[in-house]
């Protein structure tokens, strides 16, 4: 773990700031832009060295499908806050230019 790994604290700390704030403002886009929150988890993957990658997944209805955006957040390069901001963020532009209702589709999940 870095200096700066350890000033925001370990990975489990680290991944629940994450997850909180990232759950707002998930919340916030999916009111803003009509779509439906689903879940926003998170997988612990062991890594080399005894370390951990640690990846959150959101998934949203919308425009009638659902969408799974899974990105990783441990090792961070940002502050959790920040870093639950940029996940928003990145989320909301692939939600608008990715997804397209299709009339035949089978309702199977869309990886963003």
């Known amino acids: 773990m870095t200096d700066a790994h350890a000033a925001w604290?370990?990975?489990?700390?680290?991944?629940?700031?994450?997850?909180?704030?990232?759950?707002?403002?998930?919340?916030d886009?999916?009111?803003?832009?009509?779509?439906e929150f689903a879940s926003l988890s998170h997988d612990v993957v062991p890594a080399t060295g005894g370390n951990?990658?640690?990846a959150a997944t959101a998934v949203v209805v919308f425009r009638?499908?659902?969408?799974?955006?899974?990105?990783?957040?441990w090792p961070p390069s940002h502050?959790?806050?920040?870093?639950?901001a940029l996940y928003a963020?990145?989320?909301?532009?692939?939600l608008l230019t990715r997804v397209h209702p299709r009339p035949d589709d089978d309702a199977?999940?869309?990886?963003l």
């Not at 604290?9 to 998930?26: D, H, I, K, N, W």
């Not at 886009?29 to 779509?35: D, T």
């Not at 502050?79 to 639950?84: D, L, R």
Request: proline fraction near 5%; aromatic fraction near 6%; glycine fraction near 10%.
């Open 52 to 54: 951990v990658v640690v």
């Open 29 to 35: 886009l999916c009111e803003r832009r009509g779509a």
């Open 64 to 73: 009638g499908r659902r969408c799974a955006f899974r990105r990783g957040i």
């Open 108 to 111: 199977s999940p869309l990886d």
């Open 89 to 94: 963020t990145v989320l909301e532009e692939q």
């Open 79 to 84: 502050p959790a806050t920040t870093s639950a």
């Open 9 to 27: 604290g370990g990975p489990q700390e680290y991944t629940e700031a994450f997850l909180r704030s990232a759950r707002r403002a998930v919340q």
